[in-house]
Structure formats: structure tokens, C-alpha cells
């Protein structure tokens, strides 16, 4: 069974002023390569975007469900929520499903007092970090963030950083590939950026 497990590289790092999330392109089962094109970063909130590794259809139902309850404490608060209140949102969710788990991690991240990341597993618990990496192709990854990484690190170098510790994993995990998905968040809101590999 453990072959048929999706796999994927995520990665999500703060900087300076903000967060950047990033994830690879393709979606596996087993051996398989299901599509070149598939989409593992999302923006949650207008100032909260995660980036996942996993079963897609865990992923989306997630993002949308917790979208739509951010949008609802939103519109009653009338102030945007925090990035660290949606993820304590998304761990009670992912919480409330754990006898029949959503089978996918998470790097949250946004910019509240701070920047930061958080990282949730598919039984909700949440690790706040200033870098992270989920997926098979992880271990890789976070090599090349750890080598690289300080807390006063610029966006600039923070999205060389991102990628290159993408590319890294995709030269040896077989289940990552086929272009690069980048979501950056700070003051001035949410940017989305598309790069081919």
C-alpha cells in the first residue's frame, strides 16, 4: 500500500518581511505520473496561503472548507484573521477527521506579528517554524534551506533559496517535478508566480 502514496515537495520559508511557500508540479500514484499540471499552492485568506503535499482532493476540500469558515469569522470580526488562528482552525478541522484522516501536510503562512510557517500534519497538530518542507522529496529540500537560511534573509533570497531547494529534490525524488508553483505573502497581500523547469 505504501507505494501508492502520493508524493510531493513543498516548502515554505520566512523572511525578513513576509513568507513564500513553494511546491512542484507533478501528482503521482505509485509509479505513475497522474499530471505534469497539478496545482499544490493556494491562497487561504487575503493575507494566509498554504502549500500542500498528498491527495489533492484532501488538499482542496481543506483549503476551501477553511476559506470559507476564515471568510464567515472575517465578515463577523470585521478584521482579518491572524495566520496563527487559521491554523489552529485548520488543526480542528484536520483534528475532527482523525479516526479517517485528510491525508496530506501542510506549510501554512502569512505574517502576523511575525512571519512564520506552521506545519500540520494530516492529524492537525501545529508546529510553528521560520522554514519548513513536507513530502517525499523533503529530506533534500531542507538541506539546501538549512545551508542557506538567516532570520534577516531578504525576499529575493528567500525565492532563490525556495527554488533552488526545490530543484535539489526534484533531481531526486521521481515523484516531484514538471515546474514550480511560488506564493509569496507580506504586507502589501498575496502574489502567485509560475515557473518552468
Known amino acids: 500500500m505504501e507505494a501508492y502514496i502520493p508524493g510531493a515537495t513543498a516548502v515554505g520559508i ?9 511546491a512542484e508540479r507533478r501528482i503521482t500514484l505509485g509509479n ?16 494566509v496561503g498554504v502549500v500542500c503535499a498528498g491527495m489533492i482532493a484532501d488538499m482542496q476540500n481543506l483549503v476551501r472548507e477553511v476559506s470559507t469558515y476564515a471568510k ?6 470585521r478584521r482579518f484573521l491572524k495566520p496563527n488562528s487559521v491554523a489552529k482552525l485548520m488543526s480542528v478541522l484536520m483534528f475532527e477527521r482523525r479516526y479517517a484522516p485528510l491525508l496530506t501536510q501542510v506549510i501554512l503562512g502569512g505574517v ?6 506552521y506545519v500540520l500534519d494530516p492529524l492537525g497538530s501545529v508546529i510553528p517554524d521560520e522554514y519548513a518542507a513536507v513530502g517525499t522529496g ?3 529540500a531542507i538541506a539546501v534551506v538549512e545551508a542557506a537560511y538567516s532570520p534577516s534573509i531578504t525576499h529575493k533570497d528567500a525565492r532563490e533559496v525556495l527554488v533552488s531547494s526545490i530543484k535539489a529534490a526534484i533531481q531526486r525524488d521521481a515523484m516531484s517535478g514538471n515546474g514550480l508553483d511560488i506564493l509569496s505573502v507580506d504586507a502589501s497581500g498575496i502574489k502567485e508566480e509560475a515557473i518552468n523547469l
Open 138 to 140: 523533503a529530506e533534500m
Open 72 to 77: 464567515l469569522k472575517e465578515l463577523e470580526s
Open 112 to 117: 502576523g506579528s511575525k512571519p512564520l510557517v
Open 14 to 22: 520566512a523572511y525578513k518581511d513576509g513568507v513564500i511557500l513553494g
Open 32 to 47: 505513475y505520473v497522474i499530471s505534469k499540471s497539478g496545482k499544490k499552492v493556494f491562497k487561504v485568506t487575503d493575507n
